[in-house]
């Protein structure tokens, strides 16, 4: 047998001989049974199977319990650390990592704060709407402008806190004369306003960005000084 040949087979009864061990490493070596016989006051076992993690094992999450250590945990002298979202979830955690979050130590988990019973968002507006406003309580002023009451009738085209802001992306805006910001009061806007098509199908003034950029303000905004004009956030709140 050559020693290609030898090495693969070697390999194959490896893989073969010790499913503990390939389960072992999707954190599958320990049943989420055994978890909630004590875990079930704060983890419901029939909400947590509904959920988006449903098919996880819990040590998917909490790591460093295995089946080497889990006596040692259920002794009281292993505690898990924090779980780390960024091993499944890499795009969201890049977006996050220089957030204005991420920067006030704002954690996936704090947003995140119903993770045993997290059902998909379908790309519901409300949701983020109410999940913001959990914390930057001083924007419900928000939910009673026109972008916000269309929103919450169900009108998916308007703009709910993260099509201006993005979602986990989300930039500090800081000063308020820094460019950043200036170019903000404006840039958000353009991505639905400039659509013609989506502002017909919503009986909004459709010319209005065209009207903006032929003005006096526009004309900055385009020549990349917004810090000198009013943008349309400045305008319109
Ligand atoms: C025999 C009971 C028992 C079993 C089984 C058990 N735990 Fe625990 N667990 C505990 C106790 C006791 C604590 C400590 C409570 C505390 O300190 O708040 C704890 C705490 C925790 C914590 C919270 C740590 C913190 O930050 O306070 C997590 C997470 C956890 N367990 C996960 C698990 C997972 C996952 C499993 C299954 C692999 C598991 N536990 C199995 C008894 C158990
Ligand atoms: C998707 C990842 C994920 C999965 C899967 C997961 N957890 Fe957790 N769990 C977390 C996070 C995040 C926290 C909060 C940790 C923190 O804030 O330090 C947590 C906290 C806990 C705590 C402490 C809660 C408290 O209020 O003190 C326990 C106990 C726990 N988990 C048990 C479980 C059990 C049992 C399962 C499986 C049925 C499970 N977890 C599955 C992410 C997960
Ligand atoms: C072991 C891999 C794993 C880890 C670790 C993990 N997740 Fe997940 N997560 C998944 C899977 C799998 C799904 C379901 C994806 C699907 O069905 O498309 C999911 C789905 C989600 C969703 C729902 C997505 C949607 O479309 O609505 C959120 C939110 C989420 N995870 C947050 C977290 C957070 C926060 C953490 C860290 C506390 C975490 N996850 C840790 C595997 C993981
Ligand atoms: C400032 C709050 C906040 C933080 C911090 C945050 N998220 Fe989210 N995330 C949301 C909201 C709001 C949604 C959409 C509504 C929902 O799922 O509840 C969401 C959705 C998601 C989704 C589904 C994305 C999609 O396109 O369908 C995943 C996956 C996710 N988050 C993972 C994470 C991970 C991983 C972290 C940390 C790196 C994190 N989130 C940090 C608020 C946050
Ligand atoms: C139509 C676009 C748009 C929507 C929708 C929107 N914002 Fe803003 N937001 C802005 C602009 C533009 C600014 C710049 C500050 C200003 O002059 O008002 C801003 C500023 C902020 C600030 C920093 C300044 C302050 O007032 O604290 C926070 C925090 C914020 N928004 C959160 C939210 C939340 C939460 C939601 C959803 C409830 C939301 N925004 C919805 C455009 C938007
Ligand atoms: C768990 C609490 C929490 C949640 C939920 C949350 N934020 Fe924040 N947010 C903060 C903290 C803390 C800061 C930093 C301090 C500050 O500027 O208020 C911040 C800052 C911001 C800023 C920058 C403000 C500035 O002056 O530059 C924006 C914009 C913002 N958040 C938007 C959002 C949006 C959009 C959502 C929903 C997707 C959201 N936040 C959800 C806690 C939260
Ligand atoms: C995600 C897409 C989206 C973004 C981003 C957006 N808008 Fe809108 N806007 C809409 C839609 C859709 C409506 C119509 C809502 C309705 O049905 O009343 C609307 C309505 C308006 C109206 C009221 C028009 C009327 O006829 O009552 C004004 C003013 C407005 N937007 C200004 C802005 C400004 C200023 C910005 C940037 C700060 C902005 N919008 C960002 C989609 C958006
Ligand atoms: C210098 C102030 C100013 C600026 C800058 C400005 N607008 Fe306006 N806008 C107005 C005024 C005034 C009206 C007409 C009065 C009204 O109905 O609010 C108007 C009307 C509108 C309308 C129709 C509103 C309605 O109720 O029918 C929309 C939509 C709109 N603007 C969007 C924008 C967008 C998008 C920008 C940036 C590209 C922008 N505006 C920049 C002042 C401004």
């Keep these: 047998m050559n020693c290609r040949l030898f090495a693969f087979v070697l390999l194959t009864m490896t893989l ?21 016989e004590c875990h079930d006051d704060v983890v419901s076992p029939v909400t947590y199977g509904a959920s988006v993690h449903g098919q996880n094992a819990c040590t998917s999450c909490h790591i460093d319990i295995t089946s ?56 519901d507006k409300t949701k983020v709407i ?4 959990g914390c930057h309580d001083d924007h419900e002023d ?17 703009a709910a806190c993260h099509d201006c802001h993005s979602l986990h992306k989300i930039e500090q805006l800081g000063d308020p004369n820094s460019h950043i910001n200036r170019e903000f009061h404006t840039k958000v806007c353009l991505t639905c306003h400039a659509d013609q098509e989506m502002m017909e199908r919503n ?26 004009v009013a943008g349309c956030a400045d305008c319109h709140t």
């Design 142 to 158: 928000y939910i009673d402008s026109s972008h916000g009451k269309a929103v919450m009738a169900g009108n998916q085209d308007s």
């Design 68 to 123: 080497t250590t889990l006596d040692a945990h259920m002794e009281g002298d292993l505690t898990p650390e924090e779980p780390k979202c960024v091993r499944c979830h890499k795009k969201e955690t890049s977006e996050h990592y220089s957030s204005v979050h991420m920067l006030n130590d704002v954690t996936c988990a704090a947003c995140h704060e119903d993770i045993h019973a997290h059902t998909y968002w379908k790309n």
């Design 16 to 36: 073969l001989m010790s499913p503990s061990l390939v389960l072992a490493e999707n954190g599958m070596a320990i049943a989420p049974e055994v978890c909630l």
């Design 203 to 228: 009986g909004v003034f459709s010319v209005a960005v065209g009207t903006y950029m032929d003005s006096y303000h526009g004309k900055n905004f385009r020549l990349g000084s917004p810090d000198k």
């Design 130 to 133: 109410a999940k913001c406003t």
